[in-house]
């Protein structure tokens, strides 16, 4: 009976665990955060070399590709959104000096906030149908005429008055309309 006493008696010793680990150089914060950091950078500068022709018309990407090709040299393509230039105030007449012709005055309003590139025009002449009778494209040699001529730029915000003479398609033509080239 005695020495069932004694090993009831014996408590196993403490035990300490000290773990450390030793990392590896590759297996620290000090090489992944400045590798993933510069992944990401070069991510990034692929993208915008990749969407260039797309980015850099488009703020705010336009200013940082600005600031880059100050450096590098390169060359940004000009804004140009089309559908913020309109034709308006369309009026078609008979040429006061010039039988079977016709003169046509437009009101061109480029409605973004930067210049543009004057657009070629389309003018079509309609049927009772609604069906083209002929149509035409005008370049902007061919209606800019005074002041503008030789003018690339449309000023933002500023109604340009341009008057085209052209011969008279006939009388089926009974409807007309001018639009925008893209």
């Not at 005695?2 to 408590?11: K, L, P, R, S």
């Not at 210049?115 to 609604?130: E, G, I, W």
């Not at 149509?135 to 085209?164: K, V, W």
């Amino acid at each position: 009976p005695g020495q069932q006493h004694y090993i009831h008696a014996i408590e196993p010793e403490p035990v300490e665990f000290a773990y450390k680990r030793n990392y590896s150089f590759l297996e620290s914060r000090l090489l992944w955060v400045p590798l993933i950091t510069i992944m990401g950078l070069a991510l990034a500068a692929q993208i915008a070399w990749l969407q260039f022709d797309k980015l850099n018309r488009v703020e705010p990407y336009r200013s940082y590709y600005g600031a880059i090709c100050n450096i590098t040299g390169c060359e940004l393509a000009p804004l140009l959104n089309r559908t913020e230039i309109r034709a308006v105030n369309l009026v078609v007449r008979s040429h006061p000096d010039q039988s079977g012709a016709l003169v046509v005055d437009a009101v061109l309003q480029n409605s973004a906030p930067y210049p543009q590139s004057f657009p070629a025009l389309d003018l079509v002449f309609t049927d009772m149908q609604d069906k083209p009778v002929t149509a035409r494209r005008f370049n902007p040699d061919e209606y800019l005429g005074g002041e503008l001529a030789g003018r690339r730029d449309m000023p933002s915000r500023q109604p340009i008055h341009i008057t085209l003479e052209i011969v008279d398609p006939g009388p089926a033509a009974v409807g007309y309309r001018i639009s925008i080239a893209n």
